[in-house]
């Protein structure tokens, strides 16, 4: 069994802070960890992926992510917000395995940047 | 490349009454899935599919039914709308053995009411 769970459905930074986005994962194997972003009406994109390759992951747009296995995390970072990073913002897993892979999202967090 | 491509954007049913949502993609991918999203609660699978002529339940499936008689197209039918299918539906599409590598395109979504 897999879940995702993210802290905090809303979070709200200033133009140029950090960015910090919470995502805990469960799963009875290695997981792929993902973070998807919805833009208002628009399909999820992917933004970046954990695939084992290494703990630090890079996406688009300067986020990224590191996974913490102690922790079960995969918290998303930004170093400065922009105003164009508003949005939504899913966290996903997938089991490490062949064949059919069930990914389970979060519930998702909404950024919104203040100027 | 169009990516995948749901139609219609946007529907009103009446309760009672049926509708077929489709979706196309282009980039040769075996899976297919059907997600709703709802405010709070994520993406939740309705449907997948593995391959073409092969169809499976997800988390959601009542009240919904699909087809998938070519590989590039996945249809999403509800038989007869009731207001808790009030949703946006979004559709997915990824390669058999990169989901490490690509993860799921989405559609832009199907803005659904049920009156």
């Known amino acids: 069994a897999q879940s995702v769970t993210q802290l905090g459905s809303h979070v709200s930074v200033s133009e140029g802070a950090l960015v910090l986005l919470r995502c805990n994962y469960s799963?009875?194997?290695?997981?792929?960890l993902f973070w998807y972003v919805q833009y208002p009406n628009q399909g999820l994109q992917l933004l970046l992926k954990?695939?084992?390759?290494?703990?630090l992951v890079k996406g688009i747009n300067d986020f990224e992510a590191e996974f913490k296995k102690s922790e079960t995390s995969f918290h998303l970072t930004k170093p400065s917000a922009h105003m164009s990073d508003a949005a939504e913002y899913f966290c996903?897993?997938?089991?490490?395995?062949?064949?059919?892979?069930?990914?389970?999202f979060g519930t998702g967090t909404k950024l919104q940047v203040i100027p | 490349n169009a990516g995948v491509t749901q139609t219609p954007k946007f529907r009103v049913l009446k309760t009672g009454q049926s509708m077929t949502l489709l979706c196309a993609q282009d980039?040769?991918?075996?899976?297919m899935y059907w997600y709703r999203q709802d405010p709070g609660m994520g993406l939740r699978l309705i449907h997948y599919?593995?391959?073409?002529?092969?169809?499976a339940k997800g988390e959601v499936p009542d009240g919904y039914n699909v087809s998938r008689l070519k590989k590039q197209n996945f249809l999403l039918g509800l038989e007869s709308a009731a207001p808790s299918q009030t949703s946006v539906y979004f559709c997915?599409?990824?390669?058999?053995?990169?989901?490490?590598?690509?993860?799921?395109?989405f559609g832009s979504g199907t803005r659904l009411t049920v009156v």
């Open positions: 997915a599409s990824s390669y058999k053995r990169r989901l490490q590598d690509y993860g799921y395109t």
């Open positions: 799963s009875s194997v290695p997981p792929y």
């Open positions: 954990y695939t084992s390759a290494a703990t």
């Open positions: 996903a897993v997938s089991p490490l395995l062949s064949g059919y892979q069930k990914v389970t």
């Open positions: 980039m040769n991918h075996e899976y």
């Open positions: 599919s593995v391959g073409e002529g092969t169809t």
